[in-house]
């Protein structure tokens, strides 16, 4: 079962969610296909249960319509009944169609040198259920707004970083993906890594520590270096965290690799154009189209992000190896600057987590094989510039306790998370 799903999703990325595939398939499922059955076999059957005398053209092309009204009709129900009951089994979940957001409310915007940032103080969504695969219905995303530099920091993400640092305050940032940029919501209290970080360290020291949140989801290694040359290493860090893996392995896996990984990512501002034609879509009643409207023309923007800066389709027999490098080179080039500035640096191995419906997944097992690499090389550094390393992988238990998925943590997991940074860090404060 597992394995016909995995190649069924593979069949519908490849074929139904781009949007020429997409559109050429549907049209031959609705229009065309029909036509080929009405013509086959329609015309006997209406012929042979409806005594009607035809004998005139225009009868014959009414007759011919109804036919193919009535086929297409089927087709259409059929289809539906066919995609609820395959989404119901691949997602554990009934399908709802997302609302419809409009352009101008989206909170990500092209880059000139990066493939998206988030805009600074505006609000990033409306607080919502988590559809995570795990513990659903139980948390919600947390109603944000963004700070002056474009990240969700603080308590309610507005709370800014001034490039100007007090001489009294020591400052830690952390560096990430969504795994690090991630808030989730419980009873009406907002929970994040570096939230839970910094409540810890100011409990245990009297030096005034401020840890600021610079994860943004989807960012790879590429986009966590530029973006901290660029704008963070201006906020005068006296510390990085970087907790950072899995986001770079869609472009190890995808064929043509480029070390810029210009094979596999794509600037926001070329698929810009299909944001403001999903606002425009209306809501069907057939669910399976809004599903590919969704894919081919987003109408949020957190499930369909990624999908507008990726291109190409990943081959699981590709030998990771080359990526790998060039993600020890991104992280090599992150610590350099930092040594040559005296900003500290902790790593982190990245946990992963194979829960029950994933364990069997060709996909899932060669990520979880490629962070057990992507960890070795996080472990090779920290030993080669001497620098601390934090073994989170083997800290945080392989338990749905601590998981929304087989990366994001639950609050007890982002507790976890930054309590072990936090057992990690007690040798660089004065009490």
Same mark, same amino acid.
């Given at each position: 079962?597992?394995?016909?799903?995995?190649?069924?999703?593979?069949?519908?990325?490849?074929?139904?969610?781009?949007?020429?595939?997409?559109?050429?398939?549907?049209?031959?499922?609705?229009?065309? =296909?029909?036509?080929?059955?009405?013509?086959?076999?329609?015309?006997?059957?209406? /012929?042979?249960?409806?005594?009607?005398?035809?004998?005139?053209?225009?009868?014959? /092309?009414?007759?011919?319509?109804?036919?193919?009204?009535?086929?297409?009709? !089927?087709?259409?129900?059929?289809?539906? /009944?066919? @995609?609820?009951?395959?989404?119901?089994?691949? #997602?554990?979940?009934?399908?709802?169609?997302?609302? #419809?957001?409009?352009?101008?409310?989206?909170?990500?915007?092209?880059?000139?040198?990066?493939?998206?940032?988030?805009?600074?103080? @505006? %609000?990033?969504?409306?607080?919502?259920? %988590?559809?995570?695969?795990?513990? &659903?219905?139980?948390?919600?995303?947390?109603?944000?707004?963004?700070?002056?530099?474009?990240?969700?920091?603080?308590?309610?993400?507005?709370?800014?970083?001034?490039?100007?640092?007090?001489?009294?305050?020591?400052?830690?940032?952390?560096?990430?993906?969504?795994?690090?940029?991630?808030?989730?919501?419980?009873?009406?209290?907002? @929970?994040?890594?570096?939230?839970?970080?910094?409540?810890?360290?100011?409990?245990?020291?009297?030096?005034?520590?401020?840890?600021?949140? !610079?994860?943004?989801?989807?960012?790879?290694?590429?986009?966590?270096?530029?973006?901290?040359?660029?704008?963070?290493?201006?906020?005068?860090?006296?510390?990085?965290?970087?907790?950072?893996?899995?986001?770079?392995?869609?472009?190890?896996?995808?064929?043509?690799?480029?070390?810029?990984?210009?094979?596999?990512?794509?600037?926001?501002?070329?698929?810009?154009?299909? @944001?403001?034609?999903?606002?425009?879509?209306? =809501?069907?009643?057939?669910?399976?189209?809004?599903?590919?409207?969704?894919?081919?023309?987003?109408?949020?923007?957190?499930?369909?992000?990624?999908? !507008?800066?990726?291109?190409?389709?990943?081959?699981?027999?590709?030998?990771?190896?080359?990526? =790998?490098?060039?993600? &020890? #080179?991104?992280?090599?080039?992150?610590?350099?600057?930092? &040594?040559?500035?005296?900003?500290?640096?902790?790593?982190?191995?990245?946990?992963?987590?194979?829960?029950?419906?994933?364990?069997?997944?060709?996909?899932?097992?060669?990520?979880?094989?490629?962070?057990?690499?992507?960890?070795?090389?996080?472990?090779?550094?920290?030993?080669?510039?001497?620098?601390?390393?934090?073994?989170?992988?083997?800290?945080?238990?392989?338990?749905?306790?601590?998981?929304?998925?087989?990366?994001?943590?639950?609050?007890?997991?982002?507790?976890?998370?930054?309590?072990?940074?936090?057992?990690?860090?007690?040798?660089?404060?004065?009490?």
């Amino acid at each position: 079962m597992n394995k016909f799903i995995y190649n069924f999703k593979n069949l519908v990325k490849k074929q139904l969610l781009t949007v020429r595939r997409g559109l050429l398939s549907t049209f031959i499922f609705l229009a065309f =296909l029909p036509l080929i059955v009405v013509i086959i076999f329609g015309w006997n059957f209406f /012929v042979g249960r409806f005594p009607i005398p035809l004998e005139t053209l225009s009868l014959k /092309v009414l007759a011919i319509t109804f036919v193919f009204l009535l086929v297409s009709i !089927f087709f259409l129900l059929s289809i539906e /009944v066919f @995609f609820r009951a395959i989404y119901f089994i691949v #997602r554990k979940e009934i399908y709802v169609p997302e609302g #419809r957001v409009k352009s101008n409310k989206l909170y990500a915007k092209p880059h000139p040198y990066l493939p998206f940032v988030y805009k600074s103080q @505006f %609000a990033t969504q409306e607080n919502k259920t %988590a559809k995570y695969p795990l513990h &659903k219905g139980k948390f919600t995303f947390s109603e944000l707004t963004t700070n002056n530099l474009g990240f969700t920091n603080g308590l309610n993400g507005d709370r800014d970083v001034l490039t100007e640092k007090p001489s009294h305050l020591y400052r830690i940032n952390c560096l990430g993906a969504s795994t690090t940029g991630n808030y989730i919501s419980r009873d009406g209290k907002n @929970f994040s890594y570096p939230l839970e970080l910094e409540a810890l360290l100011t409990q245990r020291y009297e030096t005034e520590v401020e840890v600021n949140n !610079f994860g943004l989801g989807g960012y790879n290694s590429a986009d966590i270096l530029i973006r901290f040359l660029l704008e963070v290493v201006d906020t005068c860090p006296d510390m990085i965290i970087i907790y950072h893996g899995h986001n770079d392995i869609k472009s190890y896996l995808t064929p043509n690799f480029k070390a810029d990984y210009s094979h596999s990512r794509i600037n926001l501002g070329e698929n810009y154009w299909k @944001f403001e034609i999903g606002e425009k879509l209306p =809501l069907l009643n057939f669910h399976f189209f809004n599903f590919l409207l969704e894919r081919w023309f987003p109408v949020g923007l957190r499930n369909s992000l990624l999908d !507008f800066v990726s291109k190409g389709n990943i081959d699981l027999n590709i030998d990771p190896k080359q990526g =790998l490098a060039i993600y &020890k #080179r991104n992280l090599e080039y992150l610590i350099g600057i930092c &040594k040559l500035r005296n900003i500290e640096v902790v790593l982190s191995t990245y946990a992963h987590f194979l829960y029950d419906d994933i364990k069997e997944s060709q996909l899932h097992k060669k990520y979880g094989e490629i962070i057990s690499e992507e960890n070795k090389i996080i472990k090779d550094l920290a030993y080669q510039y001497k620098i601390p390393v934090v073994d989170n992988a083997n800290l945080i238990p392989q338990e749905e306790k601590y998981f929304l998925d087989s990366i994001h943590f639950t609050p007890e997991g982002m507790q976890l998370l930054a309590k072990n940074f936090a057992d990690s860090l007690k040798i660089n404060f004065k009490k």
